[in-house]
């Protein structure tokens, strides 16, 4: 066994970023359609979470956003002329396209790529497979320059292995780690990989929601279990509870997190919840983890509640005596009945013994919290060393960002100024910028 830390690559938000409404059944998207955003508040409060956590000595790194407007997407579908003429006749005949094509969704980089570390694989490497996010159209292209991302960066083939996007198609609906978790003694020891779906493509009879779409699949959970070539025995699939899905929890990680041998997690997340706890606790055993499920009640905290407060969408990182932080989103500490339950877990002989807390508020507007913004990736010495490091979290990364973010972001964001060709000059150029500043030249495809 190789001893291993885990990197989360926090999302860093684009000079786009907008509140347009384009997630039906994710109930933050909706409410907050065609409201004013902050580009440069929201780059800010991430940057900041990343640079607290990296000064508490958790590994953390920063995962570049994606060129937007996405013009390749709008000529595409017809629209044509120099970039200004594609804009303008967008706004015109559709502006919720061309809001698809300004989106910074790739903020969220949980939906970037599911992640499988070296001990868990057969070849010995860490795998990513990006995720096509096919239900969505402003979302739906990001695999590619996922994947080319995570090549930059996880350049050694000896190392690394990045998988092109599942077929797209809504059989293959993935939506990346938010529907992942992964669990053991420690990062570095065997693990076992919990895979969450909401639907099965070809079993009609199967559990699956009646309002709000499921996005991810049964058959594209275990295609990337076979692409990664994790052992049968140390792999869960769980169906998610299809009546939560119907109230908001459009990604798991909306009512579940993971880490090291504890599960957080609301009674209502599985369609059953015996089906889950019993065969991960075996394959636990397995492994030498026994599973420590910290179960929510719906009298303790309601769905609605886990859903406008994001309590689960938090992040649960490991400390060097062992105990175990949780970082939430500010909205939990204003919420009475999780702040509550939250006061009486830290107090609690439980493995969680403190609270992070942060403002993400432009984020969680579009229902992204702590977890959204997050991919993990547990590395061994060896494979951290191997990485570029260009986007290594330190002081001075983080100074260098926010004097990035001061000089290129705007402080307002309404839907008209997506007809703006200036906006979009504006964040190429603040791309080209970062590709120097990550040391990443050509990172993106900017022809
Ligand atoms: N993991 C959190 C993802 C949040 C994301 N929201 C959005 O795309 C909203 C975009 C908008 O409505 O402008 C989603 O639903 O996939």
Redesign the pocket.
């Known amino acids: 066994m190789q001893p291993a830390r885990e990197y989360n690559f926090d999302g860093l938000v684009g000079p786009s970023h ?6 039906f ?2 109930v ?3 409410s ?2 065609k409201s004013a955003s902050n580009p440069k508040e929201a780059a800010l409060q991430g940057l900041a979470k990343m640079r607290a956590l990296a000064g508490r000595g958790f590994a953390q790194a920063v995962m570049p956003p994606q060129a937007r407007p996405n013009f390749r997407l709008l000529r595409s579908i017809g629209f044509t002329g120099t970039d200004a003429e594609v804009l303008a006749r967008a706004y015109r005949e559709s502006p919720v396209i061309l ?1 698809c094509a300004y ?1 910074a ?1 790739p903020m ?1 980089t ?2 970037a790529a599911t992640v499988s570390p070296s001990a868990d694989t057969l070849d010995g490497r860490v795998h990513f497979t990006a995720a096509n ?1 096919n239900n ?1 159209l ?2 739906a292209m990001e695999h590619q320059q996922a994947a080319r991302t995570l090549r930059a960066i996880f350049a050694d083939a000896a190392h690394f292995a990045v998988h092109d996007a599942l077929p797209l198609t809504p059989a293959f609906g993935d ?1 990346g780690a ?1 529907n992942h978790t992964r669990f053991g003694a420690s990062h570095g020891d065997r693990g076992v990989e919990l895979f969450v779906y909401g639907r099965v493509e070809f079993d009609p009879s199967a559990p699956s929601p009646k309002k709000y779409p499921a996005r991810q699949t049964l058959e594209a959970s275990q295609a990337i279990a076979r692409l990664h070539g994790l052992h049968g025995e140390r792999t869960v699939f769980a169906s998610q509870n299809p009546d939560v899905i119907d109230q908001g929890v ?2 798991n ?1 909306v009512i579940a997190v993971g880490n090291g041998n504890v599960l957080f997690y609301h009674e209502q997340a599985f369609a059953d919840e015996a089906t889950v706890l019993s065969p991960l606790r075996t394959a636990m055993a397995g492994v030498g983890a026994e599973l420590n499920a910290v179960r929510v009640d719906t009298g303790q905290v309601s769905v609605a509640d886990a859903v406008s407060s994001y309590l689960f ?1 938090s992040q649960l990182l490991s400390k060097p005596d062992g105990s175990m932080a949780l970082v939430v989103p500010h909205e939990c500490a204003e919420n009475e009945a999780v702040s509550r339950y939250l006061q009486g877990l830290v107090a609690g002989a439980g493995p969680v013994n403190e609270l992070i807390d942060f403002d993400l508020r432009q984020s969680m507007r ?4 702590p ?2 913004l997050r991919l993990r990736v547990a590395l061994t010495g060896a494979e951290a060393a191997a990485m570029h490091q260009g986007v290594v979290m330190t002081e001075a990364l983080y100074a260098t960002l926010v004097a990035w973010v001061e000089k290129h972001y705007r402080d307002q964001v309404e839907p008209k100024d997506l007809a703006d060709p200036q906006l979009a000059i504006e964040c190429m150029a603040a791309l080209e910028d970062l590709e120097r500043i990550l040391g990443l030249p050509g990172l993106y495809d900017l022809a």
Do not use: I, M, P, T
Not at 18 to 23: F, K, Q, R
Not at 366 to 369: A, E, I, P, T
């Open positions: 907008n509140y347009a409404g384009l997630s059944g994710n933050a998207s909706f907050n359609v809001a989106s969704s969220w949980a939906n996010l969505k402003h979302r939506e938010a459009f990604h990680d969408n579009n229902g992204g919290g977890a959204c």
